[in-house]
């Protein structure tokens, strides 16, 4: 491996890696206000990039459907326990936070004309994303909410499972690419980087940057985290939990749902693209202990360059290199415990 | 009363022998309908409606079951159909490992198996198999003569890292050395990958004359993009597992100039006239436009479309000598679809031979390459 290519497959992994540091950072950020590993992550990523690449095509992406129905059943699981609390009167919250609300963005999508520009395009797709996660949560998660770390994982896969039948419903088998943001390619002495790359390297700083900030320096973020350690204690202390669930998954979603947009000009999605993209972040994460957002945005780097590595010199064995690493790193992490994880399952009483 | 007993037990009686008259004759069908594969299974399935609907006086019946691209799902749905349903034929699956997987399953329940999916077996297996694609020890060939007339004398690999990968890697492998031309690498890459970059820089710094491109459907255009980002110019071929309209759309000026072996069907309308491929793949493609909307035909479809001119020729044969449901039908049938001879599909002429699952020859394969986002034949 001379130079040159070193350069190369080096800028190939830190781009992969920048990728895998968004995703690990969203599981991060659920599972430290949740206990959740969301494994369908990468999935809200995948829902992303496909409605845009639809709207490229001038057609209705199916997620639009896909959010009407998740409402409805939102609104109906609210509006039953407000008639059984016999509160019938105060309908109208639910109705606006579950059914208005995240209905909006694909209400605009069904009456915008089809050739909107790019960036309206994107920023629409985002939007009608959005709810789902927090729609998720609202539906399958919070009447599990107390439940242990390992049935919120089974739940998480099944649900991947789930999403990823709905996005073949939604999408097709086939996969999609859009138009790039910009086409331009940064000229750094005789190496060329991708400008696609450096926004998302710039954009994953920027979140882990304020992920850290928003955690360890807010209220609203300290309360997050107060939920997942000790969701009792929390509600004792005046901490809305439920609240904080949906919040989580908003501020997640919101992470997929970008990602998914600005990488979808260089990476051709299907409707099942995600799962690996988001497996792969989940490995980043678990290299950063699945707490610190700067250490997950590190590991999911390193997973990246570690990919790129192997499959410049054994390409056969690749994805075995990058999720066997995850053995060394866990049996490390474990040598070197000693610090406590909000993972403790204390909440069990 | 009596009478009245009678009145009710006479339609009964009449209605069990008249349906064991016409047992239907049983398709059982296993496709990836979801998954990674799915992009394969699909339009598979879709040219699977081109089986009769009644053949001989009997109805033609197709159960159709999804695998989820999974080989194990593929095994219990083959073992179901055979058990549960007790299916006259079983077809699929729609990739190789899935066949590989299914077709122990079919010969040592003794039912015949019409593959979708290019397979090397052993005896035992290709006794009860015979599978529509085209060898890849017949299509390297088209491939290598073109390399040879340029000069090649050092190409390639990149592929898939699953059995087609191998199986493509094996035919150049294989056939190479006669024409002089050595492999220098052989690089892999999975179906669910987003960047091929590690490969490609490794492909590259052997610096190859020629690159042949393993891979199927809309994901083995990766390969192409990553080298043509890489600025790649040299001639790049292509196994014939990507003829859908998704390949160009995804690959767009990256696949201009790739080539790449195919049955008859990718450019029959550029055919002599005396070529009786021509007639059936134009009576395929417009069959199939019709029902999917123009521009839609693809070879996979017309994979399965063959399969039904297959089973339309083989079953006549087989009803003569035993009724469906029966044992002795599995066997005639499996008879049938060895001595039925020269029937012309999409994608070749096919006499399937003992010994061996497949049935073509080099009449069944064609050089295309993409000029201006089509296929052109290549003379």
Redesign the interface.
């Known amino acids: 491996?001379d130079f040159d290519?070193a350069m190369?497959?080096t800028q190939?992994g830190i781009s992969?890696g920048a990728?895998y540091a968004m995703m690990a950072l969203g599981m991060v950020l659920i599972f430290n206000s949740t206990r959740i590993i969301f494994v369908p992550f990468g999935d809200l990523a995948a829902y992303a990039a496909l409605t845009l690449g639809f709207f490229q095509l001038h057609q209705r992406p199916g997620t639009i459907w896909l959010v009407l129905v998740l409402s409805l059943v939102a609104f109906a699981i609210e509006a039953t326990e407000l008639v059984l609390r016999k509160a019938t009167r105060r309908i109208w919250r639910p109705a606006f936070h579950w059914l208005a609300l995240p209905c909006l963005p694909s209400a605009i999508a069904l009456i915008v004309p089809a050739d909107l520009p790019l960036a309206a395009q994107s920023a629409l797709a985002v939007a009608i994303v959005l709810p789902i996660g927090p729609l998720l949560y609202r539906i399958i998660y919070r009447p599990v909410a107390n439940a242990s770390v390992l049935l919120l994982l089974t739940v998480s896969v099944a649900l991947h499972f789930a999403l990823s039948?709905v996005a073949?419903l939604c999408f097709?088998?086939?996969?999609l690419?859009t138009q790039a943001f910009l086409e331009s390619n940064l000229d750094v002495g005789q190496f060329s980087i991708s400008s696609q790359m450096l926004m998302m390297v710039i954009a994953a700083a920027a979140l882990s940057a304020a992920l850290y900030f928003f955690f360890d320096r807010t209220v609203a973020g300290k309360a997050l985290k107060a939920t997942a350690m000790n969701r009792t204690g929390a509600r004792l202390v005046g901490i809305r939990t439920h609240s904080a669930g949906a919040t989580a998954f908003l501020i997640a979603t919101a992470i997929a749902a970008i990602t998914g947009v600005l990488?979808s000009p260089t990476?051709?999605f299907?409707y099942?693209?995600g799962?690996?993209?988001g497996l792969k972040g989940f490995v980043g994460a678990t290299f950063g202990g699945f707490v610190g957002y700067p250490a997950a945005v590190l590991g999911a780097l390193v997973i990246g360059v570690i990919?790129?590595?192997?499959?410049?010199?054994a390409?056969?064995l690749?994805?075995v290199i990058v999720f066997g690493s995850i053995i060394p790193i866990v049996l490390l992490r474990w040598l070197a415990a000693g610090s406590a994880t909000p993972s403790d399952e204390v909440e069990e009483a | 009363m009596k009478s009245r007993h009678l009145l009710i037990v006479t339609p009964l009686v009449l209605s069990v022998l008249t349906s064991s008259a016409h047992a239907d004759i049983k398709i059982g069908v296993d496709l990836a309908l979801?998954?990674?594969n799915?992009?394969l299974?699909?339009p598979y399935r879709k040219g699977l409606d081109a089986f009769p609907k009644e053949i001989g006086g009997e109805n033609v019946t197709l159960i159709i079951l999804d695998d989820g691209s999974d080989p194990s799902t593929a095994v219990k749905n083959a073992q179901k159909l055979i058990n549960d349903e007790k299916v006259d034929l079983l077809i699929g699956s729609s990739s190789t490992p899935a066949v590989f997987a299914i077709a122990p399953v079919a010969s040592s329940a003794h039912v015949p198996q019409i593959a979708l999916s290019p397979v090397e077996l052993g005896a035992k297996e290709a006794e009860w198999v015979v599978t529509i694609p085209q060898p890849g020890s017949i299509w390297i060939q088209p491939i290598l003569k073109d390399m040879a007339k340029r000069g090649v004398k050092t190409v390639a690999f990149i592929g898939f890292?699953d059995p087609w990968g191998d199986l493509c890697f094996n035919s150049l492998k294989n056939a190479a050395p006669a024409y002089n031309i050595e492999i220098v690498a052989d690089?892999?890459?999975?179906r669910?990958?987003?960047?091929?970059?590690?490969?490609v820089?490794?492909v590259l710094?052997k610096k190859p004359d020629a690159v042949f491109v393993g891979g199927s459907g809309?994901?083995g255009?990766?390969p192409h993009l990553a080298l043509a980002e890489r600025r790649w110019k040299g001639p790049t071929y292509a196994s014939p597992a990507i003829f859908n309209k998704?390949f160009l759309r995804?690959g767009g000026a990256a696949v201009e100039n790739v080539m790449a072996a195919t049955g008859p069907v990718g450019a029959y309308d550029q055919l002599p006239d005396s070529n009786p491929i021509k007639a059936v793949s134009a009576e395929f493609t417009k069959w199939y436009e019709t029902a999917n909307g123009e521009g839609s035909a693809n070879g996979f479809a017309a994979y399965s479309y063959d399969a039904a001119k297959i089973f339309a020729k083989a079953a006549p044969l087989a009803l003569s000598r035993a009724k469906p449901g029966t044992q002795a039908f599995r066997d005639a049938l499996r008879a049938a679809l060895r001595e039925a001879k020269e029937i012309v599909g999409t994608q070749g002429i096919y006499n399937f031979k003992p010994d061996t699952a497949y049935g073509v020859d080099e009449r069944s394969v064609v050089l295309v390459k993409v000029e201006k986002g089509t296929w052109k034949l290549v003379q």
């Open positions: 491996m290519i190369l497959v190939d992969n990728i039948g073949l097709g088998p086939e996969g690419r990488i990476t051709t299907y099942d693209t799962f690996m993209t990919e790129s590595v192997s499959s410049f010199y390409s056969a690749k994805e | 979801t998954g990674p799915a992009s299974g699909i890292s690089e892999r890459y999975a669910t990958d987003n960047t091929v970059t590690g490969q820089l490794k710094s809309s994901p255009a990766l998704d995804l």
